[in-house]
């Protein structure tokens, strides 16, 4: 196992335009956790699953924001309408159980010119 | 609210010298206590844990000690190295299902 995968590493996109990244996390853990990292801040929780099912979900994650599990594989994470404000590193984790400690993905880095 | 508090930064430090970053936390009960590393360009990495009071966790010559009465995991090492150069987050569940992470303290040791 190759540990937490993430495509792309980077996506320029415009106003507007709709983006959706992947992560494909450790295929044993059956926990997978959504942040969000701006420059010079702490990752910021956005949403997490348990298998498939959506456990919870930030206020960070407006009504443009949209993450899917299916299968309780690898999970999407779609931006609609993307605003530059959504310029942020995009992490993916997975973990085997509860505070067990995350495994990280490298991250999506999103910029919206 | 249920926080992670780290000391600001950055830290600037000479090969060889000591380290302290603080960490404190604000949560009910006693919850596992984590410290992340990102180095440059890289994601974010664990470096050490602690699942306890008074348990300490150690990795790569860093320490931290889990203090229940200051609600703290400060991180240590005894002689830094120009590759510990990185940003240092203290994270915990406080007690929920997903980790809460402090801001970060960026570290550069210098040669």
């Known amino acids: 196992d190759t540990g937490v995968s993430q495509d792309p590493r980077h996506k320029i996109t415009k106003r507007g335009q709709n983006v959706t990244f992947r992560c494909d996390p450790i295929?044993?853990?059956?926990?997978l956790y959504w942040y969000r990292q701006t420059l010079g801040q702490g990752p910021e929780f956005l949403t997490y699953?348990?298998?498939?099912?959506?456990?919870?979900k930030s206020r960070l994650l407006s009504d443009r924001f949209s993450a899917e599990r299916p299968k309780g594989s690898f999970s999407t994470l779609e931006i609609q309408r993307t605003e530059q404000g959504d310029s942020a590193m995009y992490l993916c984790?997975?973990?085997?159980?509860?505070?067990?400690?995350?495994?990280f993905g490298s991250g999506t880095r999103l910029t919206v010119v | 609210g249920n926080s992670v508090t780290q000391m600001e930064g950055p830290v600037t430090l000479s090969e060889e010298a000591f380290l302290t970053i603080n960490c404190t936390y604000t949560?009910?009960?006693?919850?596992?206590l984590f410290w992340y590393v990102q180095y440059p360009g890289e994601g974010l990495q664990l470096l050490l844990k602690?699942?306890?009071?008074?348990d300490k966790g150690s990795n790569k010559g860093f320490e931290a000690t889990y203090r229940k009465e200051t609600t703290s995991f400060h991180l240590e090492k005894g002689s830094v190295q120009v590759s510990d150069s990185a940003v240092y987050f203290c994270?915990?569940?406080?007690?929920?299902?997903?980790?809460?992470f402090g801001p970060g303290t960026r570290l550069s040791v210098l040669p």
């Open positions: 984790a997975s973990s085997p159980q509860a505070n067990y400690g995350y495994t």
């Open positions: 295929s044993e853990h059956n926990r």
């Open positions: 699953f348990q298998n498939e099912a959506q456990l919870e």
């Open positions: 949560a009910t009960g006693y919850p596992s």
């Open positions: 602690a699942t306890k009071a008074d």
């Open positions: 994270a915990s569940p406080l007690g929920g299902q997903n980790f809460v």
